[in-house]
Protein backbone atom coordinates (compact mmCIF):
# COMPACT_ATOMS: atom_id res chain seq x y z
CA UNK A 1 0.00 0.00 0.00
CA UNK A 2 1.32 3.25 -0.72
CA UNK A 3 2.33 5.50 1.85
CA UNK A 4 3.06 9.36 1.14
CA UNK A 5 3.09 12.10 3.01
CA UNK A 6 0.48 14.87 4.25
CA UNK A 7 0.38 18.50 4.84
CA UNK A 8 -2.99 20.68 5.62
CA UNK A 9 -1.69 24.03 5.26
CA UNK A 10 -4.47 27.28 6.22
CA UNK A 11 -2.58 29.54 3.92
CA UNK A 12 -2.52 33.91 3.72
CA UNK A 13 -3.10 33.74 7.78
CA UNK A 14 -1.35 33.93 10.97
CA UNK A 15 -3.77 31.53 12.82
CA UNK A 16 -5.54 27.90 12.53
CA UNK A 17 -8.96 28.11 10.92
CA UNK A 18 -8.70 31.02 9.58
CA UNK A 19 -7.02 31.87 5.59
CA UNK A 20 -7.57 29.34 3.17
CA UNK A 21 -6.97 25.38 3.47
CA UNK A 22 -4.71 23.56 1.11
CA UNK A 23 -3.36 19.92 1.13
CA UNK A 24 0.37 19.36 0.12
CA UNK A 25 1.37 16.03 -1.04
CA UNK A 26 5.29 15.99 -1.57
CA UNK A 27 6.03 13.14 -3.94
CA UNK A 28 9.39 11.22 -5.54
CA UNK A 29 8.07 11.49 -8.73
CA UNK A 30 4.63 11.80 -11.22
CA UNK A 31 1.39 9.65 -10.27
CA UNK A 32 -1.08 9.28 -12.70
CA UNK A 33 -3.10 12.41 -13.70
CA UNK A 34 -5.96 10.41 -12.79
CA UNK A 35 -4.58 9.98 -9.03
CA UNK A 36 -3.83 13.20 -8.28
CA UNK A 37 -7.53 13.83 -9.38
CA UNK A 38 -8.61 10.94 -7.49
CA UNK A 39 -6.81 12.55 -4.04
CA UNK A 40 -7.78 15.86 -4.44
CA UNK A 41 -11.33 15.01 -4.88
CA UNK A 42 -11.31 12.73 -1.45
CA UNK A 43 -9.30 15.67 0.48
CA UNK A 44 -12.14 18.14 -0.56
CA UNK A 45 -10.35 21.37 0.00
CA UNK A 46 -10.48 24.07 -2.47
CA UNK A 47 -6.80 22.69 -3.91
CA UNK A 48 -4.09 19.65 -3.34
CA UNK A 49 -0.54 20.63 -4.53
CA UNK A 50 1.72 18.16 -5.54
CA UNK A 51 5.77 18.74 -6.06
CA UNK A 52 8.52 16.72 -7.15
CA UNK A 53 12.06 17.53 -6.86
CA UNK A 54 14.32 18.52 -10.01
CA UNK A 55 17.78 18.39 -10.56
CA UNK A 56 18.72 21.89 -10.28
CA UNK A 57 17.12 22.14 -6.68
CA UNK A 58 13.62 23.45 -8.17
CA UNK A 59 10.56 21.50 -7.90
CA UNK A 60 7.60 20.86 -10.32
CA UNK A 61 4.82 21.78 -8.77
CA UNK A 62 0.72 21.35 -9.55
CA UNK A 63 -2.68 21.71 -8.53
CA UNK A 64 -5.56 20.23 -8.52
CA UNK A 65 -9.27 21.16 -6.93
CA UNK A 66 -11.94 18.79 -6.11
CA UNK A 67 -12.78 18.83 -10.19
CA UNK A 68 -9.68 19.50 -12.33
CA UNK A 69 -6.15 20.68 -12.53
CA UNK A 70 -5.43 24.73 -12.73
CA UNK A 71 -3.19 26.75 -14.13
CA UNK A 72 -2.19 28.68 -10.88
CA UNK A 73 -3.02 28.71 -7.69
CA UNK A 74 -1.63 31.46 -4.95
CA UNK A 75 -2.94 29.65 -1.80
CA UNK A 76 -1.30 26.00 -2.22
CA UNK A 77 1.71 27.58 -3.92
CA UNK A 78 2.10 29.45 -0.36
CA UNK A 79 1.24 26.10 0.99
CA UNK A 80 4.10 23.88 -0.58
CA UNK A 81 6.52 26.69 0.27
CA UNK A 82 5.59 26.83 3.70
CA UNK A 83 5.82 22.93 3.81
CA UNK A 84 9.41 23.09 2.51
CA UNK A 85 10.68 26.42 4.68
CA UNK A 86 9.43 24.18 7.65
CA UNK A 87 11.99 21.48 6.50
CA UNK A 88 15.00 23.73 6.39
CA UNK A 89 15.07 26.46 8.57
CA UNK A 90 18.12 28.08 6.23
CA UNK A 91 16.34 28.06 3.11
CA UNK A 92 16.16 31.16 1.25
CA UNK A 93 14.13 30.74 -1.25
CA UNK A 94 12.01 28.32 -2.92
CA UNK A 95 11.81 27.78 -6.75
CA UNK A 96 8.80 26.28 -8.36
CA UNK A 97 8.21 25.38 -12.25
CA UNK A 98 4.43 25.31 -13.40
CA UNK A 99 2.30 25.39 -15.94
CA UNK A 100 2.38 29.46 -15.56
CA UNK A 101 6.27 29.51 -15.87
CA UNK A 102 8.44 29.92 -12.96
CA UNK A 103 7.51 30.83 -9.35
CA UNK A 104 9.61 31.81 -6.65
CA UNK A 105 8.58 32.45 -2.72
CA UNK A 106 11.10 33.69 -0.06
CA UNK A 107 10.60 35.52 3.59
CA UNK A 108 10.59 39.12 3.06
CA UNK A 109 11.62 41.99 5.28
CA UNK A 110 8.05 41.72 7.25
CA UNK A 111 8.65 38.00 7.84
CA UNK A 112 6.16 37.29 5.26
CA UNK A 113 6.16 34.66 2.60
CA UNK A 114 5.72 36.70 -0.39
CA UNK A 115 5.24 34.77 -3.97
CA UNK A 116 6.33 36.09 -7.27
CA UNK A 117 3.54 35.82 -9.89
CA UNK A 118 2.88 36.83 -13.20
CA UNK A 119 0.58 39.86 -13.45
CA UNK A 120 -2.39 39.26 -15.34
CA UNK A 121 -4.15 42.64 -15.81
CA UNK A 122 -7.75 42.39 -17.01
CA UNK A 123 -9.54 44.09 -20.26
CA UNK A 124 -12.65 45.35 -20.42
CA UNK A 125 -15.71 43.69 -21.11
CA UNK A 126 -18.29 45.24 -23.54
CA UNK A 127 -22.00 45.40 -22.23
CA UNK A 128 -24.25 43.06 -23.70
CA UNK A 129 -25.96 39.43 -22.80
CA UNK A 130 -22.90 37.94 -20.94
CA UNK A 131 -22.11 41.02 -18.55
CA UNK A 132 -26.22 41.11 -18.06
CA UNK A 133 -25.94 37.15 -17.36
CA UNK A 134 -22.85 38.10 -14.82
CA UNK A 135 -24.61 40.07 -12.83
CA UNK A 136 -27.92 38.38 -12.44
CA UNK A 137 -26.15 35.38 -11.29
CA UNK A 138 -24.41 37.35 -8.58
CA UNK A 139 -27.54 38.94 -8.17
CA UNK A 140 -26.62 42.61 -8.53
CA UNK A 141 -28.31 45.25 -10.95
CA UNK A 142 -25.25 47.22 -11.46
CA UNK A 143 -21.54 46.75 -11.62
CA UNK A 144 -18.82 50.03 -11.49
CA UNK A 145 -17.05 47.71 -14.19
CA UNK A 146 -16.74 44.83 -15.68
CA UNK A 147 -13.62 42.82 -16.99
CA UNK A 148 -11.57 39.65 -17.56
CA UNK A 149 -8.37 37.94 -17.51
CA UNK A 150 -8.65 34.64 -17.06
CA UNK A 151 -11.04 35.01 -14.81
CA UNK A 152 -13.71 37.14 -14.77
CA UNK A 153 -13.42 40.75 -12.38
CA UNK A 154 -16.59 42.31 -11.70
CA UNK A 155 -15.69 45.98 -9.84
CA UNK A 156 -18.26 47.19 -7.21
CA UNK A 157 -19.40 50.64 -5.48
CA UNK A 158 -18.35 49.46 -1.77
CA UNK A 159 -17.48 46.86 0.40
CA UNK A 160 -20.39 46.55 1.49
CA UNK A 161 -21.82 45.07 -1.71
CA UNK A 162 -19.60 42.61 -1.68
CA UNK A 163 -19.90 41.11 1.66
CA UNK A 164 -23.49 41.07 0.54
CA UNK A 165 -23.70 39.04 -2.22
CA UNK A 166 -25.45 35.74 -2.36
CA UNK A 167 -24.85 34.63 -5.90
CA UNK A 168 -26.96 31.78 -8.18
CA UNK A 169 -24.29 29.11 -8.24
CA UNK A 170 -25.54 26.96 -10.73
CA UNK A 171 -26.47 30.48 -12.92
CA UNK A 172 -22.70 31.64 -12.17
CA UNK A 173 -21.31 27.95 -13.53
CA UNK A 174 -21.32 29.10 -17.15
CA UNK A 175 -18.47 31.69 -16.35
CA UNK A 176 -16.41 29.11 -14.55
CA UNK A 177 -14.55 31.60 -12.01
CA UNK A 178 -15.45 35.26 -11.12
CA UNK A 179 -13.72 37.67 -8.55
CA UNK A 180 -15.87 40.61 -6.63
CA UNK A 181 -13.85 43.27 -5.93
CA UNK A 182 -14.56 47.14 -4.10
CA UNK A 183 -12.45 49.49 -2.54
CA UNK A 184 -11.25 48.65 1.21
CA UNK A 185 -12.27 50.87 4.36
CA UNK A 186 -9.19 49.28 6.79
CA UNK A 187 -7.22 48.32 3.35
CA UNK A 188 -7.38 49.30 -0.14
CA UNK A 189 -9.42 46.77 -1.53
CA UNK A 190 -11.61 43.32 -0.46
CA UNK A 191 -12.84 41.10 -3.16
CA UNK A 192 -14.51 37.56 -2.76
CA UNK A 193 -13.57 34.63 -5.45
CA UNK A 194 -16.39 32.39 -6.30
CA UNK A 195 -15.49 29.47 -8.80
CA UNK A 196 -18.65 26.56 -9.17
CA UNK A 197 -16.46 26.03 -12.47
CA UNK A 198 -14.08 24.38 -10.63
CA UNK A 199 -16.31 22.71 -7.87
CA UNK A 200 -15.81 25.63 -5.89
CA UNK A 201 -18.80 27.58 -5.19
CA UNK A 202 -16.62 30.50 -3.08
CA UNK A 203 -13.01 30.00 -2.48
CA UNK A 204 -12.22 32.00 1.13
CA UNK A 205 -8.71 33.16 0.00
CA UNK A 206 -7.83 32.98 -3.94
CA UNK A 207 -3.91 34.08 -4.59
CA UNK A 208 -3.91 34.00 -8.17
CA UNK A 209 -6.91 36.32 -8.66
CA UNK A 210 -5.00 39.41 -6.92
CA UNK A 211 -2.54 38.59 -10.35
CA UNK A 212 -5.35 40.70 -11.80
CA UNK A 213 -6.59 42.36 -8.85
CA UNK A 214 -3.29 43.92 -8.20
CA UNK A 215 -3.08 45.82 -11.54
CA UNK A 216 -6.72 46.36 -11.52
CA UNK A 217 -6.21 48.82 -8.30
CA UNK A 218 -2.46 49.48 -8.67
CA UNK A 219 -3.92 51.52 -11.91
CA UNK A 220 -6.75 52.99 -10.28
CA UNK A 221 -5.74 53.92 -6.84
CA UNK A 222 -2.11 55.40 -8.51
CA UNK A 223 0.02 53.16 -6.34
CA UNK A 224 1.98 49.74 -6.91
CA UNK A 225 1.91 48.75 -3.15
CA UNK A 226 -1.43 47.58 -1.70
CA UNK A 227 -3.21 45.91 0.84
CA UNK A 228 -5.77 43.60 0.51
CA UNK A 229 -8.79 41.76 2.58
CA UNK A 230 -10.44 38.52 0.72
CA UNK A 231 -13.79 38.65 3.14
CA UNK A 232 -15.06 35.48 2.83
CA UNK A 233 -16.83 33.68 6.07
CA UNK A 234 -12.86 32.75 7.17
CA UNK A 235 -11.14 35.45 5.50
CA UNK A 236 -7.56 36.55 4.80
CA UNK A 237 -5.21 39.18 4.35
CA UNK A 238 -2.31 39.75 1.65
CA UNK A 239 0.07 42.51 0.44
CA UNK A 240 0.31 42.72 -2.81
CA UNK A 241 3.02 44.81 -5.21
CA UNK A 242 2.85 45.58 -8.73
CA UNK A 243 6.23 45.15 -10.49
CA UNK A 244 6.42 45.45 -13.66
CA UNK A 245 4.97 42.50 -15.46
CA UNK A 246 5.33 40.39 -12.16
CA UNK A 247 2.89 40.44 -9.10
CA UNK A 248 4.36 40.19 -5.54
CA UNK A 249 1.62 38.89 -3.30
CA UNK A 250 2.89 38.24 0.59
CA UNK A 251 0.83 36.20 3.66
CA UNK A 252 1.56 34.28 6.59
CA UNK A 253 0.54 30.21 6.64
CA UNK A 254 -0.05 27.78 9.35
CA UNK A 255 0.33 24.06 9.41
CA UNK A 256 -2.76 22.83 10.65
CA UNK A 257 -1.91 18.88 10.32
CA UNK A 258 1.28 16.66 9.05
CA UNK A 259 0.74 13.08 8.37
CA UNK A 260 0.80 9.97 6.42
CA UNK A 261 -1.78 8.65 3.10
CA UNK A 262 -2.42 5.18 2.55
CA UNK A 263 -3.81 4.09 -0.62
Not at 9 to 27: E, K, Y
Not at 36 to 42: E, G, S, V, Y
Not at 105 to 126: D, T
Not at 204 to 223: E, F, I, K, N, R
Request: include cysteine.
Amino acid sequence: MPKLPFYWIDAFTSRAFGGNSAAVVPLPQWLADEELQRMATQHGLSETAYYVPLADGAYHLRWFTPGREVDLCGHATLAAATVLFSQNGEREEVRFESMSGQLTVRRNEAGRFELNFPSRPPSVLPAGNSTARLLEALGVEKAVWIGQARDFLVVLDSAQAVAALTPDFAQLTDFDAVTVTARGTDCDFVSRHFAPGYAIDEDPVTGSAHCTLTPYWADHLGQSALTARQISARGGELWCTLDGDRVRIAGNAVIYLSGELSF
